[in-house]
C-alpha cells in the first residue's frame, strides 16, 4: 500500500524549533515532487514548502520562507520539514504530500499523509 507518513509534531514555546519527517512506503516517491502543507482549525489547507525531486529546487511560502527550510533523502525515501523561530500562527496539522511537478496547489499532490500536529504556544 503507498502511503506517507509524518512524524515529529508535538507542543512546543514561540522560538523554539520542530522537525517534521514524512516517510513513503509502498512506492518509490524519489521521482516525485514532495510538499508540506499546513490546515489551521476552521482553516483553509495552505502551502508551506515544497522540493523538487532531486532536492535542487526548494519553493515557500512567504510566511515561512526564512524560518522553515524543506529537504529530502530519497535513499530514506522521506522528506523533512525543518521549523525554526516558531510561532504561535505556525499552529496547526502539517501534511506532506506528493505531485508530479513542484507546485503549490493542492490540488496537484495525488498523495496524502494523514498530518502531524504541530502547536506552538506563546
Known amino acids: 500500500q503507498e502511503q506517507l507518513v509524518e512524524s515529529g509534531g508535538g507542543l512546543v514555546q514561540a522560538g523554539g524549533s520542530l522537525r517534521l519527517s514524512c516517510a513513503g512506503s509502498g512506492r518509490s516517491f524519489s521521482n516525485r515532487a514532495m510538499g508540506w502543507f499546513r490546515q489551521a482549525p476552521g482553516a483553509e489547507r495552505e502551502f508551506v514548502a515544497a522540493i523538487g525531486w532531486s532536492g535542487g529546487v526548494t519553493n515557500y511560502a512567504d510566511s515561512v520562507k526564512d524560518r522553515f527550510t524543506i529537504s529530502r533523502d530519497n535513499a530514506k525515501n522521506t522528506v523533512y520539514l525543518q521549523m525554526n523561530s516558531l510561532k504561535p500562527e505556525d499552529t496547526a496539522v502539517y501534511y506532506c504530500?506528493?505531485?508530479?511537478?513542484?507546485?503549490?496547489?493542492?490540488?496537484?499532490?495525488?498523495?496524502w499523509g494523514q498530518g502531524t500536529q504541530v502547536t506552538v504556544s506563546s
Open positions: 504530500a506528493a505531485a508530479l511537478l513542484l507546485r503549490q496547489a493542492t490540488n496537484a499532490y495525488d498523495y
